[in-house]
């Protein structure tokens, strides 16, 4: 039986923004061995990696270093490695080993958060299978990001990965036990520690649409240290590429009256290339969809 527990609960206004998810069913070995064969991708020489680095925000295998280095100006303290998993599974060839682990991770993954957004629906008043249909969760992309912050020299000159919120539904993250991820909340930022072999939850920006506002994406940011090295892998979950995502519209309508959309309807594919595209800056790709209250 899975374990719920929520890590940031505004007193304000109820909103709940992140959980913790643990008694999740994926073997505690499996999370280890997913943590070390991407950490066994990171070790590779640079020019095996190399071959992996991908040209498009589309492609299904890029990894590198920083966040966006076209864009970004600043360098931050973070490599990463972005894997599209589903509806096609892609890993890179290298190290031997890490394609099958994988596999089997994406899927027993994908499993535990489509479970959670059969309680999100139902917490919506929606029927459980609401979001699976109408986003058509079976297509649904599923994106591996492994990141390795290194120990840094500077640390309080330096950054892991700037405040951003994630595109999708879900993320659920896990680490290698060192910390450094935080979380806005009311205002502050404060360290998240998950619990050994739990999965850290974040709603992304698409479930805060679809829900037109009742759930929000979670402002998040990865912070470097200077004694150990951190690696996380966030596996994001979202719509298929070509679902286009709009509050639903039986949460527009209740005995109460009409309320209205506060976000417009984009198409996933187009979000992900404009936030993947862009310099990671807090909420600035949701704004984009966001409708101003008249
Ligand atoms: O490393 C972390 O804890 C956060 C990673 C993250 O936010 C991301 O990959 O989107
Ligand atoms: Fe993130």
Redesign the pocket.
Same mark, same amino acid.
């Given at each position: 039986m899975w374990a719920i527990h929520f890590l940031a609960n505004s007193s304000m206004n109820k909103q709940r923004y992140l959980v913790l998810v643990i008694n999740h069913g994926v073997p505690e070995n499996l999370l280890s061995s997913i943590l070390d064969g991407c950490k066994g991708f990171f070790d590779l020489p640079e020019e095996e990696k190399q071959e992996f680095k991908g040209n498009h925000v589309l492609d299904p295998i890029r990894s590198g270093t920083s966040c966006n280095v076209s864009v970004e100006k600043a360098f931050y303290w973070r490599d990463f490695l972005k894997v599209f998993v589903h509806p096609v599974f892609y890993s890179p060839t290298k190290p031997a080993g890490l394609s099958e682990i994988s596999l089997e991770y994406s899927q027993r993954v994908r499993e535990v958060a489509r479970g959670l957004l059969k309680g999100i629906s139902e917490s919506l008043g929606l029927e459980g299978s609401y979001i699976d249909k109408a986003q058509n969760l079976e297509q649904g992309k599923q994106i591996f990001v492994g990141n390795l912050y290194p120990t840094c020299p500077q640390p309080e000159l330096a950054m892991g990965?700037p405040p !951003?919120s994630?595109h999708g539904l879900l993320?659920l993250l896990i680490y290698n036990g060192i910390g450094g991820l935080q979380i806005q909340h009311e205002g502050k930022w404060v360290n998240v520690c998950a619990l050994p072999n739990s999965f850290l939850v974040?709603t992304g920006d698409h479930l805060e649409i679809l829900s037109n506002g009742r759930y929000k994406s979670v402002l !998040?940011r990865a912070m470097v240290n200077n004694k150990a090295t951190r690696i996380s892998i966030?596996m994001a979950h979202g719509p298929s590429l070509d679902s286009v995502v709009s509050p639903a519209p039986e949460l527009l309508v209740s005995s109460k009256g009409n309320e209205p959309a506060a976000y417009a309807g984009m198409k996933y594919k187009d979000y992900l290339e404009i936030q993947q595209s862009n310099k990671l800056d807090g909420k600035s790709c949701l704004d984009r969809v966001r409708i101003p209250a008249v």
């Amino acid at each position: 039986m899975w374990a719920i527990h929520f890590l940031a609960n505004s007193s304000m206004n109820k909103q709940r923004y992140l959980v913790l998810v643990i008694n999740h069913g994926v073997p505690e070995n499996l999370l280890s061995s997913i943590l070390d064969g991407c950490k066994g991708f990171f070790d590779l020489p640079e020019e095996e990696k190399q071959e992996f680095k991908g040209n498009h925000v589309l492609d299904p295998i890029r990894s590198g270093t920083s966040c966006n280095v076209s864009v970004e100006k600043a360098f931050y303290w973070r490599d990463f490695l972005k894997v599209f998993v589903h509806p096609v599974f892609y890993s890179p060839t290298k190290p031997a080993g890490l394609s099958e682990i994988s596999l089997e991770y994406s899927q027993r993954v994908r499993e535990v958060a489509r479970g959670l957004l059969k309680g999100i629906s139902e917490s919506l008043g929606l029927e459980g299978s609401y979001i699976d249909k109408a986003q058509n969760l079976e297509q649904g992309k599923q994106i591996f990001v492994g990141n390795l912050y290194p120990t840094c020299p500077q640390p309080e000159l330096a950054m892991g990965l700037p405040p !951003h919120s994630d595109h999708g539904l879900l993320t659920l993250l896990i680490y290698n036990g060192i910390g450094g991820l935080q979380i806005q909340h009311e205002g502050k930022w404060v360290n998240v520690c998950a619990l050994p072999n739990s999965f850290l939850v974040n709603t992304g920006d698409h479930l805060e649409i679809l829900s037109n506002g009742r759930y929000k994406s979670v402002l !998040h940011r990865a912070m470097v240290n200077n004694k150990a090295t951190r690696i996380s892998i966030a596996m994001a979950h979202g719509p298929s590429l070509d679902s286009v995502v709009s509050p639903a519209p039986e949460l527009l309508v209740s005995s109460k009256g009409n309320e209205p959309a506060a976000y417009a309807g984009m198409k996933y594919k187009d979000y992900l290339e404009i936030q993947q595209s862009n310099k990671l800056d807090g909420k600035s790709c949701l704004d984009r969809v966001r409708i101003p209250a008249v």
